[in-house]
């Protein structure tokens, strides 16, 4: 396998050069300005795990910044690579924090998130239209799972949880739409998936710190 090969997936690129994709490039200033954003809300309020998300997400933004430059499979890999270590992290957080599981326990969560991605990974791609975006669809179910465990105990966080996973769907969507409106709008969609996953993202870390500061309200 040529690592460095150009790849075409996006409806926007139009050859191998650097600003084939200036848009698709462009809005990935929104992973790091949520990223950013997210960073001064959290710094100095003992959250370690959400100063690193954080990290994580400003890394997203340059990964995906590559690779829509630089069309390859290893720029592909530095796109995807960070968005499953948020993801990983997330899981940790969340059925640590939210779900009040033990240390050990939210590490199993962790492993057994790839399971079950192997598992329904292969189930969304029987969806008509979905094509690669089926790799993400896991996710958003998965944060419905966890609002659904969290709804009793806590409602509100549950409910950002549901509201962070339905900006996820509209997100996927237009990843989806891409390449088939590409015909009749030439810019294609892909850019709306940067921009939505950016205020997604930046909206899981808004939820985990609000969870944690009600936590701390309440003495839990």
């Not at 790839?114 to 975006?133: D, E, Q, V, W």
């Not at 509100?156 to 339905?166: C, P, Y």
Request: with cysteine; charged share 10%; net charge positive.
């Amino acid at each position: 396998m040529d690592w460095w090969a150009a790849v075409d997936g996006y409806c926007e690129r139009t050859g191998p050069e650097y600003w084939s994709e200036p848009v698709n490039a462009l809005t990935n200033l929104a992973f790091v300005l949520a990223a950013l954003v997210m960073w001064r809300r959290v710094r100095g309020q003992g959250m370690p795990v959400a100063v690193a998300l954080c990290a994580v997400l400003a890394v997203i933004g340059v990964g995906s910044w590559l690779f829509h430059t630089h069309a390859n499979r290893a720029t592909g890999l530095m796109d995807v690579l960070p968005i499953v270590v948020f993801v990983l992290i997330y899981i940790f957080a969340a059925s640590r924090d939210i779900l009040g599981m033990k240390g050990w326990q939210a590490g199993v969560a962790v492993v057994a998130f790839f399971p079950y991605a192997a598992a329904t990974i292969p189930l969304f791609r029987l969806i008509p239209g979905i094509g690669s975006s089926a790799a993400y669809v896991p996710v958003p179910v998965l944060i419905v799972i966890y609002a659904a465990l969290a709804a009793r105990r806590h409602p509100a966080t549950a409910l950002n949880l549901f509201l962070g996973a339905a900006i996820l769907a509209v997100s996927l969507t237009f990843r989806s739409l891409d390449m088939p409106v590409c015909g009749g709008f030439p810019l294609g969609t892909h850019f709306l998936w940067h921009l939505l996953n950016g205020l997604m993202l930046g909206w899981m870390i808004e939820t985990y710190r609000r969870h944690l500061l009600a936590s701390r309200a309440a003495g839990g």
